[in-house]
């Protein structure tokens, strides 16, 4: 399927991997782009020495286009944008901030680079700044997020910039990838079903919550912070929006959740880690390859755009 995203890419398929601390690491990413897709690097919050070191293991694995996802916020950000050029890494998504400072030297190395948004003017800005395309991720997501759905945020972002759009939030087979094409959309990015893919590293407790998960499982902590994050609900999002609601410090609150994704993806603790996921958790309901899932959603996605 050809849109202009790959194009833009060297990509088979519209589907992009999110670019999730501790799980999408070069097992993952490698696999979904040997799929056809676009497997992203996350940096989050890790060293600048492991994320070059998971670059070059994706290099070793495949020659197909991958990308590294930046968190604009992580204290080596500097240095791990000079690294995405010394490795020749194709694509660059970021989060959590501008990328404006890095912009020049990234186009200059003929990176694509695709900031990850969730308001109209932020798509705007970053068009401004020379951004290749843009993510409109909806509230849906897991992990942090904005306040705009996806349904509402895609079009607006669509009809707002002159560059591609990705949609993403609520995005798990065929039918969120078609719906996400007719809102305008170039390609899809997908976090919570590649968490359960066979090749993810991520603990199979993880696994196992998210495609336990209902509709209603997941709950938003941090509104009162400014950093609102969407969990599968445990022990952990239970107490946080009480002390939340009885007023408790920025601080009291991440003392609670400090390393908690860590504990979930690596140590498989579901009770007091943060399962990171998106409402679409619910329509997650079996581990697969990388492969079958993109399979599946393009074979899904393109008889329904066939018939309508």
Not at 1 to 19: H, N
Not at 117 to 144: C, N, P, Q, Y
Not at 221 to 235: A, W
Not at 256 to 284: C, F, N, P, Y
Request: aromatic share 4%; glycine share 12%; charged share 20%.
């Amino acid at each position: 399927m050809k849109t202009k995203i790959t194009e833009l890419l060297g990509i088979e398929y519209p589907i992009i991997q999110g670019g999730m601390a501790w799980v999408a690491e070069y097992h993952l990413a490698s696999a979904v782009s040997e799929a056809g897709g676009l497997g992203i690097i996350g940096a989050g919050g890790a060293p600048a020495a492991f994320v070059r070191e998971q670059i070059q293991k994706v290099k070793e694995i495949t020659e197909k286009p991958f990308g590294v996802n930046l968190m604009l916020m992580n204290p080596e950000a500097d240095e791990i944008a000079q690294i995405i050029v010394d490795e020749g890494v194709k694509v660059v998504t970021t989060g959590a901030g501008n990328p404006g400072k890095y912009m020049a030297m990234w186009k200059e190395a003929g990176i694509k680079v695709i900031p990850v948004v969730a308001s109209v003017a932020l798509a705007k800005m970053m068009e401004r700044a020379g951004a290749d395309a843009v993510v409109a991720e909806g509230t849906e997501s897991g992990g942090h997020i904005g306040e705009a759905t996806t349904m509402t945020l895609v079009p607006q972002v669509v009809d707002a910039v002159s560059i591609p759009v990705i949609a993403a939030g609520g995005i798990a087979d065929g039918r969120g990838f078609a719906a996400a094409m007719m809102l305008g959309a170039q390609a899809v990015q997908l976090g919570t079903r590649f968490v359960v893919a066979r090749e993810s590293i991520v603990h199979e407790n993880y696994k196992q919550k998210v495609i336990a998960a209902k509709d209603i499982d997941t709950a938003v902590t941090g509104r009162s912070t400014g950093h609102p994050i969407r969990c599968i609900r445990n022990k952990t999002t239970r107490e946080y929006l009480k002390l939340e609601q009885n007023g408790a410090t920025l601080e009291e609150l991440e003392k609670l959740t400090l390393g908690g994704l860590r504990r979930a993806v690596v140590e498989g603790d579901v009770t007091e880690g943060s399962i990171m996921a998106g409402q679409i958790a619910g329509l997650v309901k079996k581990e697969q390859t990388c492969a079958e899932m993109i399979q599946e959603i393009m074979a899904q996605a393109l008889e329904l755009l066939h018939t309508t």
